[in-house]
């Protein structure tokens, strides 16, 4: 199984980069009068595409972009004019930070209503639950984040004002990731450090909560299926102490939650773009909003790649997690 998932990563790759091309080539827009400007003549917006090589057949546009990505380049931003690489790489340190934080907030919130209501299947906690599991998927992301912003900053002062990942008044530790909250460590500005997490809190939690939902929904199935499996009844007709009988029939639900984590993956990208716009952050994900609005092809596609590429790396990885840890997905691929 784990030599077919490694198989498909190229093909998986080529696929999705060339789909990222031909999707933008094909949509009609004239990046080059983006880059040449609103007011640019005829002449000035044809000088642009001679510059940029968009006046070459999307044959031709189409090999030297594959020959790019044998080589490694993902190409030269319009805007920025720096290499599409380098750019995503200062940029997605901070995207994966939120990710993981949102993921480690969905996971646990999620898993715990999931599992309490399936513990306590049709009693007050599964009610509670699951208007808590209706109210988070009936609510877009960027509105709960735009109601924990007027509830928790604007009217209580909880925590501080959506401005960036530090205080306008903070000054930033060295940089080395790129992400505040990291770089404050080594070198041990811990006034950052308690800045920077501060400005994290409220879109890693609105984040995290709604992609709760989705946990929530699975853990219950699996959960209530194995309580209620032949292998259960056995165990507490032997008087296992619920608390044992509770723990080890998470641990079988264990493999749809796994499976769920590499599902959500893209949920996580769209978000993070959305999250980042709404609390000023500098992502790659935000940059890809704003290059998206410029037509700025080269960071788009660059983009496109690196996320499918991480996409399609992040299931391989679960893949394997489940593969070592459910001895019954071993033997059906044996």
Known sequence: ????????????????????????????????????????????????????????????????????????????????????????????????????????????????????????????????????????????????????????????????????????????????????????????DWAAFRAAAAQLVLPVVSFGLVLSAVFAKVTRSAFGSVLASPQVEYARALGLPPRRVFLSALTVSRTAILTTVAIVSGALIGGNAIMQKIFSLDGAAAFGVDSILKLDLPVVQGLVLVFGGITVVLFLLIDILILLLDPRVRAASS
């Open 1 to 188: 199984m784990i030599a077919g998932r490694l198989i498909a990563i190229p093909v998986s790759l080529f696929a999705v980069a060339s789909l990222a091309f031909w999707m933008i080539r094909l949509s009609g827009t004239n990046a080059a009068s983006s880059v040449a400007g609103e007011y640019a003549t005829p002449e000035a917006i044809a000088q642009t595409e001679r510059q940029l090589g968009l006046d070459r057949g999307l044959w031709d546009q189409y090999a030297s972009f594959l020959g790019g990505l044998l080589r490694g380049d993902l190409g030269t931003s319009y805007f920025t004019r720096q290499p599409v690489a380098e750019e995503l790489a200062a940029r997605l340190p901070l995207d994966a930070t939120l990710g993981v934080l949102a993921l480690a907030v969905a996971v646990a919130a999620g898993v715990a209503l999931g599992a309490v209501g399936a513990w306590y299947r049709a009693a007050w906690p599964d009610r509670a639950g699951r208007s808590v599991v209706a109210l988070l998927q009936s609510v877009p992301e960027f509105v709960f984040a735009l109601v924990l912003i007027y509830v928790l900053f604007f009217h209580l002062r909880l925590l501080p004002a959506p401005v960036g990942q530090l205080a306008l008044d903070q000054a930033a530790p060295p940089r080395i990731t790129g992400v505040a909250v990291l770089d404050a460590v080594p070198a041990g």
